[in-house]
């Protein structure tokens, strides 16, 4: 590799931190504000986001959802309703405490989540089982007091969907869980190329005031864990707090069963350590916002530039095309383009359109291949699935390598510092377990996943009988 290319970036196994800084600023996914801890997403990132959004929200529509906006503010009185709900969010609440010149007579918080705004508005438009369900989706941005943050992986403010759902049974609110954790999968799987292993949270990691938390589980390139996305069973422990009643087809009063499911723009910090190498971002087609950027070479010729355009308009029929007019150089056009991830780098100059053919440059592979006029719109969409289906199957091959299984203590901890990863260990079920683990590994439990496994019949802490695999990790 040119190291002159990606000189301002630092290489991975250098210092895998530094080079995921290096990546999302001189990507132009970021930039800082003066605001410890906040994100400006800039265009660039900004329409990943936007990609990745509509994705998900055409699915949330398609599986009969409506979208709707909740107040910024939440009265201090309302988030006390809910006593397990309040005691988790309590150490990352922002409040505001004056309006303009005025002492506030109630201190309001900034919204962290909005379960109890959506609480206190069905507790209002829900009375009988005609209404239900009742299936919403808000499109938001939250704040969240981190001590420690890093662009998208933890920011003081961030971008995401809040699903908040309320049915008439339990069975109900449970498809309803389940479906949503699918159609993130769904997405991280399809759309960013990103495997997941799909499970449910123990009782210490669940959401503050879930019966039940679900979790889509993914691993990062320095074989660390990233939770992305969730999706949690309230069964009535909300709608008892804010007495949110139905009458039945019996006429008799019961409290309706509630979900909610977030998936946040940390998915883009995802994308960028799973996929990510030397020269930059890696972006999947199906997410990128660009998917071939067109250089054209030799450009000041006669012919060249207006060839190109012809070119970007033709094949915008098949793909999200782009093109580099400027001055600047090819080499460099050629490494800001792999830096920023794009799929398909297409190449054409003088003899190119002498010979009726053009350069395809994959950014997986880096791989140059020249492909005839005649051919091209059909070359580019196999070669566009290619370069998709190819990503996900390096990001599941990179997973299956570093999960490991561990029947004791000290086989977790080597396994952990030899080779970070996934550990597949069985559990016993105990807190005290799940705790001395983290202690002694720094691993927390991932995810009791719902494809369990039989690696060994004694818990990997105490030796007891365990019958529960879990997926153990150290995570961001």
Request: glycine share 6%.
């Amino acid at each position: 590799m040119a190291k002159e290319f990606v000189k301002d970036i630092t290489a991975m196994d250098e210092d895998f931190a530094q080079w995921y800084t290096d990546v999302v600023t001189k990507a132009d996914l970021i930039d800082y504000s003066s605001v410890r801890g906040s994100m400006i997403i800039r265009p660039y990132g900004f329409a990943l986001w936007d990609n990745i959004k509509n994705e998900l929200d055409r699915r949330i529509k398609e599986t009969g959802h409506e979208n709707v906006y909740m107040p910024l503010f939440i009265p201090e009185s309302l988030l006390q309703k809910e006593k397990d709900h309040v005691e988790g969010f309590a150490p990352e609440v922002a409040w505001v405490t004056h309006g303009g010149s005025e002492e506030l007579a109630e201190r309001l918080v900034v919204r962290p989540t909005s379960e109890v705004l959506f609480c206190e508005h069905y507790k209002n438009i829900i009375h009988s089982y005609r209404d239900l369900p009742k299936l919403y989706n808000q499109w938001a941005n939250v704040v969240r007091w981190e001590k420690t943050t890093r662009p998208f992986l933890r920011t003081l403010e961030f971008l995401w969907q809040e699903g908040h759902t309320a049915h008439a049974t339990d069975e109900d609110a449970m498809e309803e869980t389940i479906k949503m954790l699918n159609v993130y999968a769904e997405v991280l799987e399809g759309i960013l190329a990103i495997p997941v292993v799909k499970g449910q949270k123990t009782e210490k990691e669940k959401f503050a005031g879930a019966k039940a938390t679900f979790t889509v589980e993914s691993l990062m390139h320095d074989g660390k864990a990233l939770q992305s996305g969730t999706s949690h069973h309230f069964g009535t422990g909300f709608a008892e707090a804010f007495g949110i009643q139905y009458t039945d087809k019996e006429g008799k009063l019961q409290y309706v069963h509630q979900t909610s499911w977030g998936f946040t723009t940390r998915v883009i910090g995802a994308l960028i350590m799973v996929h990510g190498d030397d020269r930059g971002l890696v972006i999947p087609p199906k997410a990128a916002p660009t998917q071939v950027m067109i250089v054209p070479i030799a450009q000041h010729k006669e012919g060249v530039l207006d060839f190109a355009y012809e070119l970007k308009n033709s094949l915008g029929k098949v793909a999200r095309v782009d093109i580099d007019a400027s001055d600047k150089k090819p080499g460099w056009k050629f490494n800001e383009y792999e830096m920023k991830g794009i799929p398909v780098r297409l190449e054409v100059g003088p003899k190119d359109i002498e010979n009726k053919q053009v350069v395809l440059v994959r950014r997986d592979t880096l791989e140059k291949i020249v492909v005839s006029m005649d051919q091209l719109e059909e070359k580019l969409v196999a070669l566009l699935e290619e370069i998709q289906s190819n990503l996900y199957n390096k990001a599941l091959k990179h997973r299956e390598e570093r999960t490991s299984v561990a029947t004791t203590l000290a086989e977790l901890k080597e396994s952990l510092e030899a080779k970070p990863g996934f550990i597949k260990a069985m559990w016993c079920g105990e807190l005290a377990c799940e705790e001395k683990i983290k202690e002694d590994t720094g691993a927390t439990s991932r995810c009791i996943p719902f494809e369990q496994e039989k690696v060994s019949d004694k818990c990997v802490c105490c030796g007891k009988d365990a019958d529960q695999m879990v997926y153990w990790a150290k995570a961001y």
